[in-house]
């Protein structure tokens, strides 16, 4: 058993569901069934929202999205309408766990934790994440590492382009990235005995926004193809081969887990969030049909008839246009709580095609996070239980798309992540209760004998001891 001082490695898996790891593909992944034998294991429940960011940030570091700014893969400035920016290593505005360890002289290694780039500098070594520049030469601390990693995967690859229509080559690419992120993994594992090891690997997220609709008879726009149906199943046996050879060469004495930061489903379609904006009056602007899945920020926005707008993605971000807060502000300050109740109670009745109720989460930060920091939007809006996605573009002819509107999509975000963790005193080997993705980095803090910062908001989990 373990001692109150243990080393940790931590395998972070994007985007994988419990339904995928623990029933459907497991039958493959004879590697992962032996770590589940000898591990705690069941669903983490992840962040609102249920996003690569925020959510690994979450993870490690034992805070909120709101406390940590950070609500999404785009920011918008503030006092712009369409200034958007992607949160960086940066933007966090409290520490990760690897950095609270870097203090206190524990030697940490961590490939890939978004938001990642450009990597901080840690006691040992950080490689970028997939949201690292295309033309980067500085994604490894320290700096001297570059050449040695590009010798071990060749020249480094962070992410493979997807919702595109070429499934074939977006297959083979994954499973190429795939094998030189565990490569650098496993050349890094060796270099010395560190006292917490992450690493991350995006491609199941990729894979699934891909293929979900090959695998998922359920899916609604399930299409028979077992080429592309292989191509999945060779994924995930490809996948547990890589976790295998990690761990062949992980001691007995190492706490290993095994995490992802938010499930998937299938996407049931798109919501056309500015159309119904503007068909309800919120919206204006001076044009009067235009082509189906034009960029909002294409077209001219009447701003002195506006009260809010929308962006599309996994939810739906929703601004309001405040006088004296945006450019061309409309709504008084004082009267934004009426307003906020009045667009809620809207978007809550909204119904499907069928005239059934769409299921329609709103909520605002200021109402779930302990604090809001940086750039939130003002509201956040989920549609079916996150099963359709926000579309941003205008024009469309019905409210409800049944493609994503940026390119050809499978699969949409859910909460339902996955957890394991060996050498736990009892309930090895089967499932276990859900566990919040908040009380991760507590939990590790205390595993490695260190006490939890009082400011922090999850909780160590006991039972993990």
Known sequence: MPGPSARVLAIGLDSVPPTLLFDRFLPRMPNVQRLLA???YGTLTSCDPPITVPAWAVMFSGMDPGTLGLYGFRHRRPGT?????IPTSRTAREPMLWDRLSRVGRR???????????PPSVNGVYVSDFLTPGSATDFVTPVGLREEL??????YSFDVPFRRDDRERIGTELLAMTAAHFRV????WAKEPWDFFAFHEIGPDRLHHTFWKYFDTEHPRYEENARFRSIVEEYYAHLDAEIGQLLDGVPDDVRVLLLSDHG?????GGFAINDWLLERGYLTIRAESPPPGTPLEDLEVDWSKTRAWGAGGYYARIFFNVRGREPEGVIPPEELPAFQRQLTDDLRSIRRPDGQPLGVEVLAPRDVY????????DLMVYFGGSSWRSAGTMGHLSRFLPENDTGPDDSVHSFEGIYSISGVRSGAGRLGPSQKIIDVAPTL??????????EMQGRAIEEFR
Do not use: F, K, N, T
């Open 38 to 40: 000898r591990s705690a």
């Open 81 to 85: 309408y369409w200034d958007l920016y």
């Open 108 to 118: 940490v290694c961590v490939i890939g934790m978004p938001p990642g780039y450009p």
């Open 150 to 155: 590009d010798g071990v995967a060749g020249p």
């Open 185 to 188: 993994a496993r050349h890094l």
């Open 264 to 268: 998937s489903q299938a996407m049931a």
């Open 370 to 377: 302990r604090e809001v920091r940086g750039d939130a939007p």
């Open 445 to 454: 803090l205390a595993l490695m004998g260190l006490p939890v910062p009082p």
